[in-house]
Structures are given as structure tokens and as C-alpha cells.
């Protein structure tokens, strides 16, 4: 099944340009507090945040969780072979990066993410709150849209690990992005088994159908 034509439902879901006014729209309405901003960081954004800011701290949000479950058609896969990137789905807590953005910086900060994050309005922003290692504060944290089109919420671990294990995009594999969270959360001293035994079966899905 790996090796076949399924990835024709994927393409069905996965249609949705590019839209750069959408950014801006989006960015126009989202009212950011004022002074400093902290940023939630629980995907690439914890090793590229592409984005202004002087520290970064070990973060613990609750309430939320991080998973596959939004669909890529740019960074980490294409129209004709969607892959998958993380969002932050509701129940548990996820551990992270929070980058301190400074007064100054914010608005430029803002915009970088918006152009990155919400070009296709896939994720919903919002002031979450925070555990810094017994300080707490707001953060900017970019959660699952569940009623969006590139909503992967629902898909089982099998079928997630079969789209990243053949998802490429301009940020390059799927299976990349996989493995340097992985990387990254290991440094914060985190293990995630889940994201673990995905990957575990990410591999096995490659060496397969390269046989």
C-alpha cells in the first residue's frame, strides 16, 4: 500500500495556493501585546526561527500537544506527494523553545512569521500561556486549524509515517524535519517515544520500498 497510489486522497486535500494577502491579512488582524513577545517553538522553529530575538528558554505549554496532523505542500512536500508538518493539537502538554522577541524587534518578527506560518491560514495564533521553569508568561504559539483543509488530524500512525517517509519539499524530506525534532527536543532533555517509534517506522518504510 506504501508503495502504491493512495496519495491520490492526500492530493485531493492538499490543494491550496499560496497567498501572500492572506499573510497580511491575517498578520493586520492579530493584535500582539505590547512591550516584548515570546514566540512557542515545538517544530522547526526551535533549530530556524527565522526571526529577531536575544534568548530563548526551555518551555513547557499545557494543554496542547504536538503532532503530525497539517498537511505540506511547500516546505515539506508538494501537490502531487503532500508530507507533514507539526501543529499543536488540543489535550496533554508539549515541550519546547520560547524565543524572546524584544519590543523593538516584534513587529519585524511578526511578519517573518506570518509570510512562514500563515500563508495558508492552516494555523490559528494565539497568547498561550507559558512555563518558562517556574516563571510563567504569554506566548505567540501557532495551533491546528481542526476545520482546515490540510487538517491531518485523523490520520493513523501508519498512514502518517507512509506520507513523511516519501514527503519532499523545498525545505527538503519529510523525514528530516522528523528527525531533527527529534534532535532538538534531546537536547532539551526531552524524549518523545511517539515521534520516536514514528520514526523507527519511517525507516522501515524507506528501506522498503528502495528494495
Known amino acids: ?51 529577531a530575538h536575544d534568548r530563548s528558554r526551555s518551555a513547557l505549554v499545557r494543554g496542547y500537544h504536538r503532532a503530525f496532523c497539517i498537511y505540506s505542500v511547500r516546505h515539506r512536500g508538494t501537490y502531487e506527494q503532500p508530507g507533514l508538518v507539526l501543529g499543536l493539537n488540543r489535550g496533554g502538554s508539549c515541550r519546547g523553545l520560547a524565543f524572546r522577541v524584544p519590543a523593538k524587534k516584534v513587529e519585524g518578527a511578526l511578519d ?7 500563508s495558508r491560514e492552516a494555523y490559528v495564533p494565539r497568547l498561550l500561556r507559558v512555563d518558562l521553569g517556574g516563571v510563567t508568561a504569554q506566548a505567540l504559539a501557532f495551533v491546528a486549524d481542526t476545520g482546515h483543509a490540510h487538517y491531518a488530524g485523523d490520520l493513523t500512525h ?31 532533555g526531552v524524549r518523545d517515544h511517539g515521534l520516536s517509534k514514528l520514526h523507527q517506522r519511517t525507516l522501515e518504510l524507506r528501506a522498503n520500498c528502495s528494495d
Open 112 to 118: 517573518a512569521l506570518w509570510v512562514r506560518e500563515m
Open 1 to 51: 500500500m506504501f508503495c502504491g497510489g493512495w496519495f491520490d486522497v492526500l492530493r485531493a486535500l492538499a490543494v491550496t495556493d499560496f497567498d501572500a494577502d492572506t499573510a497580511r491579512r491575517t498578520r493586520a488582524a492579530f493584535v500582539a501585546p505590547k512591550g516584548e513577545l515570546w514566540v512557542f517553538a515545538y517544530g522547526s522553529l526551535m533549530w530556524d526561527p527565522g526571526f
Open 158 to 188: 501508519e498512514a502518517t509515517a507512509q506520507v513523511i517517509a516519501r514527503g519532499s519539499g523545498q525545505r527538503g524530506p519529510n523525514l528530516d524535519y522528523l528527525y531533527n525534532t527529534l534532535q532538538h527536543l534531546a537536547e532539551l
